[in-house]
């Protein structure tokens, strides 16, 4: 066994995670691990990251998707928000500023496949020869999925942005510049201060 003291053969490494989860609240995930010189290169950085995956970004409406979950994204298409419109947990429209006869008009950030649907279709796959802005559509359309195999997150409501897009320029909303301080929906803010 090796000792702290071989320190020309091992390095201690700290990683602490930061993760927003809701709320507010943050959790932080510090990962202990040991690094061998001698080993494969960046063995350390791909276990944190994978503690990381396990303990933050598989969101519970993510890992429980069983063909497809959907949401909203904030700041895409010319629009504060784009996605699902929902009505008791159900599809029923959409909401996008960019080719709205699409049969799923959706940004990438705003779904989520099952990997036992991936693996039931292994033909599904992204297309180069796919109409500019289709690429979404036609991949969901070789998964067979239909309207009631799409699951709504998180609550069934559709009423929550879950992905933002960012650039390092203000986005523009209908020629507007946009600056976002808070994603809370007007009608929850004014539910909080009653």
Request: proline share 5%; glycine share 8%.
């Amino acid at each position: 066994m090796l000792s702290p003291t071989s320190s020309d053969r091992m390095r201690i490494m700290s990683v602490q995670c930061r993760h927003k989860q809701e709320k507010d609240e943050y959790k932080v995930l510090s990962v202990l691990s040991l690094y061998y010189s001698e080993s494969h290169r960046g063995v350390t950085q791909r276990n944190t990251g994978l503690a990381w995956v396990r303990h933050n970004v598989l969101p519970r409406h993510v890992r429980n998707t069983t063909k497809m979950s959907t949401w909203k994204v904030g700041i895409v298409g010319g629009l504060l928000e784009e996605g699902p419109v929902c009505v008791n947990g159900k599809v029923i429209g959409w909401t996008t500023g960019f080719s709205p006869r699409r049969k799923y008009p959706i940004d990438m950030a705003a779904f989520a496949v099952g990997l036992d649907l991936l693996a039931q279709e292994p033909g599904a796959n992204f297309s180069h020869t796919s109409e500019s802005g289709h690429l979404e559509t036609d991949f969901i359309t070789l998964l067979n999925v239909s309207s009631p195999d799409i699951t709504t997150a998180p609550d069934g409501n559709c009423s929550r942005v879950l992905a933002w897009h960012t650039k390092t320029v203000l986005p523009e909303v209908d020629g507007t510049p946009v600056f976002v301080v808070n994603s809370e929906r007007q009608e929850d803010r004014a539910e909080k201060l009653q």
